[in-house]
C-alpha cells in the first residue's frame, strides 16, 4: 500500500512555503498527497490590482492553490469552506463565516470527517504558534491536532522553521541592507530548535517548489518579487518538522515518510 500523506492548513500558500518541497518529494516517492485548506484566503493581499478584486480574491486563492499543487504533482485539493479571518484587530473577524468564529468542535469534525475517508498513515500541519501567530494558522493546527487523535494515523508533523536558523536569515538580509521584511518580529518567528525533529534539505524538488510559489500570484507582494534568487533558495530549501504524534524511527530525522512499513 502507498502511503497517504495529507497536510491540513489554513490559507492557499501556507502549504508550498512550509511545505511544498515534501510534498513534491512524497509524490516523486509514490506516495499519494492530498492538501486541505481552511479557507479561501479571501483578504489576503492582491499583488496585482489586475488579478483579483476584494470580491474575486476568493476563487481566484482557489484557482492559485490548485495551480500550485499541480505544480507539485498533488492534483487532490480540498477546501473546509470557511472565510479567512485576517490578522487579529481587524473588521474581517467580525466575519460570521470567518473561520476565526467557527467553533472548534465544527472545524475538529469536518477534518476528522477527510481524515475518516483519506486514512492518511502522515498528517501535517502549521505549529501551535502558527509560525507568526496568525489567528486562522494556531486554529488549524489545534483542531487539525485534535481531529488525528480522533482518527488516528501513524505520524502529525508540525511544520514551521526552526528559531534559530530564521533568526540568521533575517540577520543576514539586514546586514545585506535588505530591510523592508514585512513582518514585525520576525527573530522570534518559527519553532524552538528543540523542538524540530526532522530537517529536509530541498534539491531535486526546488525548482517545483518555485514554480508553486510562483503560481500563488495575488500573494507575491513587490518585497518578495524583490527577493533574489539566492535568498529564495535559501529560505525554499530547507523545510523543518516536529514530529509530535508517532514514533522517532531511523530516517524520520530527514523525511516525512521514511521509514514507513510501505
Ligand atoms: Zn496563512
Given at each position: 500500500m502507498r502511503p497517504t500523506l495529507v497536510t491540513v492548513f489554513a490559507h492557499p500558500d501556507d502549504e508550498t512555503f512550509g511545505v511544498g518541497g515534501s510534498m513534491a518529494a512524497a509524490v516523486d516517492a509514490g506516495a499519494r498527497v492530498v492538501t486541505i485548506c481552511?479557507?479561501?484566503?479571501?483578504?489576503?493581499?492582491?499583488?496585482?490590482p489586475s488579478l483579483a478584486t476584494a470580491e474575486t480574491l476568493g476563487s481566484v486563492r482557489e484557482a492559485e492553490l490548485r495551480a500550485a499543487c499541480a505544480e507539485l504533482g498533488v492534483h487532490d485539493v480540498r477546501f473546509l469552506g470557511y472565510r479567512d479571518s485576517g490578522m487579529?484587530?481587524?473588521?474581517?473577524?467580525?466575519?460570521?463565516?470567518a473561520f476565526a468564529n467557527a467553533s472548534d468542535a465544527e472545524v475538529i469534525e469536518r477534518i476528522a470527517l477527510q481524515f475518516r475517508e483519506l486514512r492518511p498513515d502522515v498528517v501535517v500541519t502549521f505549529e501551535p504558534g502558527g509560525v507568526y501567530g496568525h489567528p486562522d494558522h494556531k486554529k488549524i493546527s489545534r483542531c487539525a491536532t485534535a481531529a488525528f487523535d480522533a482518527v488516528g494515523g501513524k505520524r502529525l508533523f508540525y511544520s514551521g522553521p526552526s528559531r534559530s536558523w530564521f533568526a540568521a536569515f533575517i540577520a543576514d538580509l539586514k546586514a545585506a541592507g535588505?530591510?523592508?521584511?514585512?513582518?514585525?518580529?520576525?527573530?522570534?518567528?518559527?519553532?524552538?530548535?528543540?523542538?524540530?525533529?526532522t530537517t529536509v534539505e530541498i534539491g531535486a524538488q526546488l525548482a517545483r517548489k518555485k514554480r508553486a510559489l510562483a503560481a500563488h500570484r495575488t500573494q507575491i507582494n513587490p518585497w518578495l518579487a524583490s527577493l533574489k534568487d539566492e535568498w529564495l533558495d535559501r529560505i525554499l530549501s530547507r523545510e523543518s518538522f516536529g514530529l509530535v504524534r508517532g514514533e522517532r524511527v531511523p530516517g524520520t530525522e530527514r523525511g516525512l515518510l521514511e521509514g514507513l512499513a510501505g
Open positions: 481552511a479557507t479561501r484566503g479571501e483578504v489576503g493581499e492582491i499583488a496585482d487579529e484587530g481587524t473588521p474581517e473577524n467580525a466575519d460570521p463565516r535588505l530591510e523592508g521584511f514585512p513582518f514585525e518580529g520576525a527573530e522570534s518567528f518559527g519553532v524552538p530548535d528543540e523542538d524540530i525533529t
